[in-house]
């Protein structure tokens, strides 16, 4: 019979056993906690150094950024614990769409895998057009020059190599990116994620190459005044910069939440999903915090409005030949940026369609490679084109806002199966609750309050759309509410 309560929710028990029952549609348990770790650190270091780091410094915080990501590490960590009960307990692919559908029920699962969808295909297009920027300055610097209008979206101004100006027409090397590395996800997740595992030693390398070598740079005078003047508006500096430069670059922290789309292809679940959840995530803000240190110390923040901080952090230092490193790392860090981004979404698809919500086909797996590599497909087709078309507005905040919405629902899934499935099985228990989650809620709140009022519209848009869909297929096409069907 089929379900038509408005909370419809699948139990615990049918989630886990949705794991081992799919016949043909089995992912390959290809992933240890390394590997998990490793894809944590590829999507959290990328964009969030290389990129947003002195944008929000340069507009929003000043040397007081280092607070921001204090204040954001803050927040993942009451939300990663969360993260890492439900990943243990519910070991399957779906990240917090899986875990609000045990919880919430159907509806609001569709509403976080729609913002899902946002949150990786769009995020996964603008870091395709920051690589594309940093392959254009690389490929330069060793004497090739690609056609500026070649790099750059329709209606961009660009600079050609005689100085005059023009408009760009597509962005190449964008789609070049998104098609390499949906190709490599279409063939099979262990090949990818051994190459993600060197990519991200590479780009660790660099990083503390940088903090190491850059430490000696430092003139502490730039740090001064540490907590700028607020200008008077919202969120310009002062203690409401902070706070607004804290949930621009959230943007960064997405890994972790990407990461738990792994669950069903890891190993032991109920092992390797806290230690790869938690154990990126310590890293990563560690990393972040001296990486803002020094880079606000070498450079003063003023300046730092650039596409390229990093490597401007290098010019200052006088080590020419180590700008070109630092670019390579850019590039190997972004790089592993969009992979994960990439396999984290075409994961949610499969998901969503396993339960009917979105058509068949984005589960289909191919019988040898054991990938999705349909539905990889059709995804890395819009985000080529999206990156390839759109300008490199590095609109952080979009996303952000995004995974702001997902990580509350995530901890209040938590304060929710403690008295709905208390008798459950639980392989790693989140200490505190409900202290911890409530944290993890107002602390979201709190960086979703930072953000801009034309985010927050965008975000309504666009989930009207998918409240659309969901009303016109998903509903009608939904296995929990018409078992009958399939």
Known sequence: MADTSVMARKSVADIVASADTEGGHHLSKSLNAIS???????????????VLTGTAAAHYAGPSIVLSFVLGGIACAFVGLCYSELAAMLPVCGSSYTYTYATLGEIFAWVIGWDLILEYAMGAATVAVGWSGYIVSLLRNVGIDIP????????????????????????????????????????????????????VAIKLTVVVAFIVIGAFFVHPANWHPFIPANTGSFGNFGWSGILRGSAVVFFAFIGFDAVSTAAQEARQPQRDMPIGILGSLIICTVLYIAVASVLTGLVPYTELNVPDPIAKGV????????????????????????LVLLYGQSRIFFTMSQ????????????????????????????VAIVSALTPIEVLGEMVSIGTLFAFILVCGAVV??????S?????????????????????????????????????????????????????????LRHPDRH
């Open 36 to 50: 998990i770790t490793a894809m944590g650190i590829g999507a959290i270091i990328g964009a969030g150094i290389f």
């Open 148 to 199: 500026a209008q070649l790099a750059a979206a329709p209606g961009t101004a660009v600079k050609l190599a005689d100085g005059t100006a023009a408009m760009g027409i597509v962005n190449i090397p964008a789609i070049v990116i998104i098609a390499i590395l949906t190709t490599m996800l279409a063939l099979g997740t262990k090949e990818s994620a051994r190459l993600n595992n060197v990519m």
């Open 355 to 382: 339960d009917g919500l979105l058509p068949r086909v984005f589960a289909s797996v191919h019988p040898r490679l054991q990938t999705p590599y349909l539905s990889q497909i059709m995804i890395g087709t819009i």
């Open 423 to 479: 008798d459950a099985h639980r392989p790693f228990r989140a200490p505190g609750v409900p202290v911890i989650p409530v944290l993890g809620i107002l602390f979201c709140l709190l960086l979703m309050v930072g953000l801009p009022l034309v985010t927050w519209l965008r975000l309504v848009v666009w989930l009207i759309i998918g409240m659309i869909i969901y009303l016109s297929y998903g509903r009608n096409h939904s296995r």
């Open 315 to 338: 010019d200052v230092i006088g080590v020419t030949w180590f700008s070109v490193v630092i670019k390579l790392g850019a590039l190997t860090g972004l790089t592993t940026v969009i």
């Open 416 to 421: 929710y199966l403690r008295r709905s499935d």
